[in-house]
């Protein structure tokens, strides 16, 4: 494969990264949802391989090899069982109209052009022209979290989220050393695990797993 | 030499830590707990006073460095001259209350578990040793806010009473205002020390030698005294200390009134003199014109209370002012470059602090023997002590005597040459100073003149006359412990007072190393017995021949009336026919304080009200008088409310941001990560 190929490839993955980012950002089905967020560590997966085989770099394939494991198949379990065991078959709610969250988050692509217009005329790495994808993603997943109610939701796009911020350090950098990728792969298990259980909580508390009923949490103004 | 003073007085810090920590085993025996650890703090406290004494009296300077500070950034310990004065000011009173500790604590036993006000003691008392000893700013501060908070449990002690908490609370909150004034103060000198690079400016001895630009060494000067006078209780920073001292238990009261306040006093002397060095002659003046405030207005607001221990406190203000009177005095002389009129007024105020923790720490001590036998603060509740209570009556009056200034006893030799130090001031360059000097000098004789006055009725309303309460209580002497305690206090009062010139001998390297210039020369010229500050035909006094003098006519008037035993008749007291006397018709301290009330009136917050009970027949026959009197601190209303009030209204503010909502808190995030993008790209 040259180098041609490869920077094709690479930039038709960040390509379906960025539309499974919108995607979601659009999908009022929890189960869509996870679908969309299993294909977007799917093309992760796929990039990040290529990446290291054309840049050289084999600590590149472990890292493959975490997100498919991670975010293809364990987490997408996880996510399932949740809902299974939780019983939440219903639509997801948002608080901005879809529409114009896709609005926001077409500025939001442009933005991340814009910002990354200097770095990517400075790189001379293959994957240079996607770190504004990647940034893109990051803040599309941000965005997702805003204004989404379901804490379903709100987890799925925390981890969309992280998966921006992977996709940019393969872009940028060719990956983070294999100990920081390693301890970030933990990080997302653990705080995976931990939503898991906090769920729990939030449903037998307040019946619902709408975050809008977490504002009773908030202390009362003190009045004299 | 093998054993140096900063070894004793490291070892004295030890074992106050560890008493304070072994403490906590013992809690199920409380009575052996107080002995063993009260007598630990005593030994501890000896031990200070021995390596700070040795340290003054030899002029060593001895170093330590400890390595178990953060990484880098070791504890530096050093023990010059200064510190050696403070801590035989700190450890000598140490060591009197912690006698006293073992009678007084031990009393408590039954009624509460003490260990907490054990382990707080000593770390308490570790903690004003190692401020003293300190010498970098991270260990200083670390030592400052170990003493805080060890105070702070103090004071909380008895916590079941809402006002206790109060208090606490309101003296936490002063001491962290004032710890972040004098953390930013020695950031200040950090900075420009050292640059801001690393961490190496964070000694005292890399501020010692950096030359500070003048604005930035007001601004450190300025923030330093800010926060010192904040733990000194400087008027207007003084109204914890009212609230703080009356509900902490009496032992610790005499501590914080007694040495706590100093600890701010050397801080100022340490920035000042030590550290920076050089300053311009206003510094020196602001500190003299707050002096006097504190001194004015201590004295007055203590003359309106009549709760003894809240008296006392207010008296801590007033003797703040009088010690930073001579410490303003001496940087004033100082900057005019008059270094021997800068030694003493240095000495006097220096004097001072010593003299002040003595006749405070005992007048405290006394006050908790009485709140101990009669479990009451409020003086217009009692009288006739002297009859139950002989020793602490005799003990309280040696520290009424002192407090006013009254020879032979201490306080008079440390104002009196606080007088000589303001009475030089017209060979003073400066036109303004000249004029102002003398007022200040009559501030200060009105000063000690209304501070007499207040102990006249603190002692004549509490042990004099009848008891005035309804419930006559079950009163007591108290044990030996205490009374102990507080005749070793009074002997040093007395010892002080007669014997000023040896002090001035022995603090001579202080004034020396501080304004270059000794004061023993002159002062001593006229041998031992004679005090002569400038010189011997300018003035002098010789606090023995008084002493000598007063013993002598106290033994005549004793013989004329004891020769004779018929002399002397007990009968009733004569009613001018009224028969119907009771004792709640005594002179009390409300109608004592009356003239001076409505002289100063406009100083305070007085509502008065006088109602006639309605039972009367008729309004000219009043069955019942009913007089309410509240005087209330105007600084509250003045400083203290708005700034609460402001501070409420912001944080209601700012709490809205608090929504409740986490897309609410994203969005907060989202935003400043899109904003800094924004203004990063531009």
Same mark, same amino acid.
């Given at each position: 494969?040259n180098?041609?190929?490869?920077?094709?490839?690479?930039?038709? !993955?960040?390509?379906?990264?960025?539309?499974?980012?919108?995607?979601?950002?659009?999908?009022?089905? /929890?189960?869509?949802?996870?679908?969309?967020?299993?294909?977007?560590?799917?093309?992760?997966?796929?990039?990040?391989?290529?990446?290291?085989?054309v840049?050289?770099?084999?600590?590149?394939?472990?890292?493959?090899?975490?997100? !498919?494991?991670?975010?293809?198949?364990?987490l997408?379990?996880?996510?399932?069982?949740?809902?299974?065991?939780?019983?939440?078959?219903?639509?997801?709610?948002?608080?901005?109209?879809?529409?114009?969250?896709?609005?926001?988050? /077409?500025?939001?692509?442009?933005?991340s052009?814009?910002?990354?217009?200097p770095?990517?005329?400075?790189?001379?790495?293959?994957?240079?022209?996607?770190?504004?994808?990647?940034?893109?993603?990051?803040?599309?997943?941000?965005?997702?979290?805003?204004?989404?109610?379901?804490?379903?939701?709100? /987890?799925?796009?925390?981890?969309?989220?992280?998966?921006?911020?992977?996709?940019?350090?393969?872009?940028?950098?060719?990956?983070?050393?294999?100990?920081?990728?390693?301890?970030?792969?933990?990080?997302?298990?653990?705080?995976a695990f931990?939503?898991?259980?906090?769920?729990?909580?939030?449903?037998?508390?307040?019946?619902?797993?709408?975050?809008?009923q977490?504002?009773?949490?908030?202390?009362?103004?003190?009045?004299? | 030499?093998?054993?140096?003073?900063?070894?004793?007085?490291?070892?004295?810090?030890?074992?106050?830590?560890?008493?304070?920590?072994?403490?906590?085993?013992?809690?199920?025996?409380?009575?052996?707990?107080?002995?063993?650890?009260?007598?630990?703090?005593?030994?501890?406290?000896?031990m200070?006073?021995?390596?700070?004494?040795?340290?003054?009296?030899?002029?060593?300077?001895?170093?330590?460095?400890?390595?178990?500070?953060?990484?880098?950034?070791?504890f530096?310990?050093?023990?010059?001259?200064?510190?050696?004065?403070?801590l035989t000011?700190v450890?000598?009173?140490?060591?009197?209350?912690?006698?006293?500790?073992?009678?007084?604590?031990?009393?408590?036993?039954?009624?509460?578990?003490?260990?907490?006000l054990?382990?707080?003691?000593?770390?308490?008392?570790?903690?004003?040793?190692?401020?003293?000893?300190?010498?970098?700013?991270?260990?200083?501060?670390?030592?400052?806010?170990?003493?805080?908070?060890?105070?702070?449990?103090?004071?909380?002690?008895?916590?079941?009473?809402?006002?206790?908490?109060?208090?606490?609370?309101l003296?936490?909150?002063?001491?962290?205002?004032?710890?972040?004034?004098?953390?930013?103060?020695?950031?200040?000198m950090?900075?420009?020390?050292?640059?801001?690079?690393?961490?190496?400016?964070?000694?005292?001895?890399?501020?010692?030698?950096?030359?500070?630009?003048?604005?930035?060494?007001?601004?450190?000067?300025?923030?330093?005294?800010?926060?010192?006078?904040?733990?000194?209780?400087?008027?207007?920073?003084?109204?914890?200390?009212?609230?703080?001292?009356?509900?902490?238990?009496?032992?610790?009261?005499?501590?914080?009134?007694?040495?706590? *306040?100093?600890?701010?006093?050397?801080?100022?002397?340490?920035?000042?003199?030590?550290?920076?060095?050089?300053?311009?002659?206003?510094?020196g003046?602001?500190?003299?014109?707050?002096?006097?405030?504190?001194?004015?207005?201590?004295?007055?607001?203590?003359?309106?209370?009549?709760?003894l221990?809240?008296? *006392?406190?207010?008296?801590?203000?007033?003797?703040?002012?009088?010690?930073?009177?001579?410490?303003?005095?001496?940087?004033?002389?100082?900057?005019?470059?008059?270094? %021997?009129?800068?030694?003493?007024?240095?000495?006097?105020?220096?004097?001072?602090?010593?003299?002040?923790?003595?006749?405070?720490?005992?007048?405290?001590?006394?006050?908790?023997?009485?709140?101990?036998?009669?479990?009451e603060?409020?003086?217009?509740?009692?009288?006739?002590?002297?009859?139950?209570?002989?020793?602490?009556a005799?003990?309280?009056? %040696?520290?009424c005597v002192?407090?006013?200034?009254?020879p032979?006893f201490?306080?008079?030799?440390?104002?009196?040459?606080?007088?000589?130090?303001?009475?030089?001031?017209?060979?003073?360059?400066?036109?303004?100073?000249?004029?102002?000097?003398?007022?200040?000098?009559?501030?200060?004789?009105?000063?000690?003149?209304?501070?007499?006055?207040?102990f006249?009725?603190?002692?004549?309303?509490?042990?004099?006359?009848?008891?005035?309460?309804?419930?006559?209580?079950?009163v007591?002497e108290?044990?030996?412990?205490?009374?102990?305690?507080?005749?070793?206090?009074? *002997?040093?009062?007395?010892?002080?007072?007669?014997?000023?010139?040896?002090?001035?001998?022995w603090?001579? %390297?202080?004034?020396?190393?501080?304004?270059?210039?000794?004061?023993?020369?002159?002062?001593?010229?006229?041998?031992?017995?004679?005090?002569?500050?400038?010189?011997?035909?300018?003035?002098?006094?010789?606090?023995?021949? %008084?002493?000598?003098?007063?013993?002598?006519?106290?033994?005549?008037?004793?013989?004329?009336?004891?020769?004779?035993?018929?002399?002397?008749?007990?009968?009733?007291?004569?009613?001018?026919?009224?028969?119907k006397?009771?004792?709640?018709?005594?002179?009390?301290?409300?109608?004592?304080?009356?003239?001076?009330?409505?002289?100063?009136?406009?100083?305070?917050?007085?509502?008065?009200?006088?109602?006639?009970?309605?039972?009367?027949?008729?309004?000219?026959?009043?069955?019942?008088?009913?007089?309410?009197?509240?005087?209330?601190d105007?600084?509250?209303?003045?400083?203290?409310k708005?700034?609460?009030?402001?501070?409420?209204?912001?944080?209601?503010?700012?709490?809205?941001?608090?929504?409740?909502?986490?897309?609410?808190?994203?969005?907060?995030?989202?935003?400043?990560?899109?904003?800094?993008?924004?203004?990063?790209?531009?």
């Amino acid at each position: 494969m040259n180098i041609q190929t490869a920077s094709q490839i690479n930039g038709f !993955l960040a390509a379906f990264v960025l539309l499974t980012a919108f995607g979601m950002l659009a999908q009022k089905r /929890i189960y869509s949802l996870i679908h969309l967020f299993t294909w977007q560590g799917l093309f992760l997966s796929i990039n990040t391989a290529i990446v290291g085989y054309v840049a050289n770099k084999h600590h590149l394939y472990i890292s493959s090899i975490l997100t !498919l494991s991670l975010k293809v198949f364990l987490l997408p379990y996880i996510l399932h069982a949740l809902i299974v065991r939780l019983n939440i078959r219903k639509e997801v709610e948002t608080v901005v109209n879809i529409p114009a969250t896709m609005l926001i988050g /077409i500025a939001l692509v442009i933005f991340s052009y814009h910002l990354t217009a200097p770095v990517t005329e400075l790189s001379t790495l293959i994957t240079r022209s996607t770190i504004a994808v990647a940034l893109a993603t990051v803040m599309i997943g941000l965005l997702m979290m805003i204004t989404r109610r379901h804490a379903v939701t709100q /987890i799925i796009g925390f981890l969309a989220m992280e998966n921006g911020l992977f996709f940019a350090a393969t872009s940028a950098t060719y990956g983070m050393p294999l100990v920081v990728e390693l301890g970030v792969a933990l990080d997302v298990l653990i705080a995976a695990f931990i939503f898991g259980i906090f769920f729990f909580h939030i449903h037998t508390t307040f019946d619902s797993l709408d975050v809008e009923q977490m504002a009773r949490l908030k202390e009362e103004d003190y009045t004299e | 030499m093998i054993v140096a003073p900063v070894d004793i007085a490291a070892a004295s810090v030890m074992l106050l830590l560890i008493t304070g920590l072994a403490a906590v085993l013992f809690r199920k025996s409380p009575g052996f707990l107080t002995t063993v650890s009260f007598y630990s703090c005593a030994l501890a406290s000896l031990m200070a006073v021995t390596s700070g004494i040795w340290t003054v009296a030899g002029n060593v300077t001895g170093k330590m460095v400890l390595l178990s500070g953060l990484p880098d950034l070791p504890f530096h310990l050093r023990l010059d001259p200064l510190s050696g004065f403070f801590l035989t000011v700190v450890g000598l009173l140490c060591f009197f209350v912690s006698i006293y500790s073992a009678g007084y604590v031990k009393a408590m036993t039954g009624r509460k578990p003490v260990v907490k006000l054990v382990v707080f003691y000593c770390l308490f008392i570790a903690g004003m040793l190692m401020v003293v000893l300190a010498d970098d700013a991270l260990f200083f501060l670390i030592s400052w806010e170990a003493m805080a908070a060890a105070s702070y449990f103090l004071v909380m002690f008895e916590d079941e009473q809402i006002e206790n908490r109060r208090a606490a609370f309101l003296y936490l909150v002063v001491a962290h205002v004032g710890a972040i004034a004098i953390l930013l103060s020695f950031g200040v000198m950090a900075g420009l020390s050292a640059g801001f690079d690393d961490f190496s400016g964070f000694t005292f001895d890399a501020m010692r030698q950096a030359q500070f630009p003048a604005k930035w060494a007001t601004i450190a000067f300025l923030l330093a005294f800010f926060g010192f006078a904040a733990k000194a209780g400087v008027v207007p920073l003084h109204v914890w200390l009212p609230e703080a001292h009356p509900v902490a238990p009496s032992n610790v009261s005499a501590l914080m009134s007694g040495v706590m *306040l100093k600890t701010a006093i050397y801080g100022i002397v340490r920035v000042t003199f030590d550290l920076i060095g050089v300053f311009p002659w206003w510094w020196g003046g602001l500190v003299l014109a707050l002096g006097l405030i504190s001194a004015v207005m201590g004295v007055l607001y203590a003359l309106m209370q009549h709760d003894l221990k809240r008296l *006392l406190a207010y008296h801590s203000v007033e003797n703040i002012g009088i010690i930073l009177i001579g410490i303003g005095l001496s940087m004033i002389f100082t900057s005019f470059n008059l270094p %021997v009129m800068a030694a003493l007024a240095l000495i006097a105020g220096l004097y001072h602090t010593l003299n002040h923790a003595m006749f405070k720490g005992l007048l405290f001590m006394g006050a908790g023997a009485v709140l101990h036998s009669t479990h009451e603060r409020n003086m217009e509740e009692m009288g006739g002590l002297i009859h139950k209570m002989p020793w602490t009556a005799a003990l309280f009056l %040696v520290g009424c005597v002192s407090i006013s200034a009254l020879p032979p006893f201490n306080g008079f030799v440390s104002e009196w040459l606080t007088f000589q130090a303001f009475l030089l001031s017209p060979s003073l360059p400066n036109q303004v100073m000249k004029l102002i000097m003398p007022m200040g000098a009559a501030l200060l004789a009105l000063t000690g003149a209304l501070a007499a006055a207040c102990f006249v009725k603190a002692f004549g309303v509490t042990f004099l006359g009848h008891w005035r309460g309804r419930h006559q209580p079950n009163v007591h002497e108290v044990d030996w412990h205490m009374r102990t305690g507080m005749i070793l206090s009074a *002997l040093t009062c007395l010892c002080l007072g007669i014997f000023p010139t040896v002090f001035i001998e022995w603090t001579d %390297v202080l004034s020396e190393s501080l304004v270059g210039a000794k004061l023993s020369t002159s002062a001593t010229s006229g041998g031992w017995m004679w005090l002569t500050p400038i010189a011997p035909e300018r003035a002098s006094y010789s606090g023995f021949i %008084v002493f000598l003098g007063v013993l002598i006519v106290y033994a005549v008037v004793y013989a004329v009336l004891h020769v004779n035993p018929g002399k002397i008749r007990r009968g009733a007291i004569w009613d001018c026919g009224f028969e119907k006397l009771t004792s709640r018709m005594q002179y009390n301290a409300t109608s004592f304080s009356m003239p001076i009330r409505r002289i100063f009136g406009f100083l305070f917050h007085i509502r008065e009200e006088t109602r006639v009970s309605p039972q009367a027949a008729h309004s000219a026959f009043p069955a019942r008088l009913i007089y309410n009197l509240r005087i209330k601190d105007r600084f509250w209303n003045w400083i203290y409310k708005p700034v609460a009030d402001a501070t409420f209204r912001v944080s209601r503010q700012v709490g809205r941001l608090q929504q409740g909502r986490i897309q609410a808190y994203l969005i907060y995030s989202f935003l400043t990560i899109i904003i800094l993008l924004l203004v990063k790209s531009l």
